[in-house]
């Protein structure tokens, strides 16, 4: 069956670094675009990032675009997600998703499997 794993979540001071793992199996995973989002408490399920599955072409929330970098390895089934210079507004759950479409990149509903998250706090 389709899993997707997330790990790299943490706590990490602000201005600092941390990198987002997410684990595909159950699937070809490079016939799929995938998608980083997150959660905050209270808040809806918001668009991080985008990338397709061979370009590699990226599209990034404005909130994140110039310290959140998205990236895949199609050999190891893996996507990740480095985020530089972390905001006290960054802390979420980030969540990784799959999805056929390169269009309608940032809607939830775009979207068709899902990891369980993982915890990102950024806090001094």
């Known amino acids: 069956q389709v899993q997707l794993v997330e790990s790299g979540g943490g706590l990490v001071q602000p201005g600092g670094s941390l990198r987002l793992f997410c684990a595909a199996s159950g699937f070809t995973f490079s016939n799929y675009a995938m998608g980083w989002f997150r959660q905050a408490p209270g808040k809806e399920r918001e668009f991080v990032a985008h990338?397709?599955?061979?370009?590699?072409?990226?599209y990034y929330a404005d909130s994140v675009k110039g310290r959140f970098t998205i990236s895949r390895d199609n050999a190891k089934n893996t996507v990740y997600l480095q985020m530089n210079s972390l905001k006290p507004e960054d802390t979420a759950v980030y969540y990784c998703a799959r999805t056929t479409t390169s269009t309608i990149y940032a809607l939830v509903r775009a979207y068709d499997s899902w990891g369980q998250g993982t915890q990102v706090t950024v806090s001094s």
């Open positions: 990338i397709s599955w061979h370009v590699n072409r990226a």
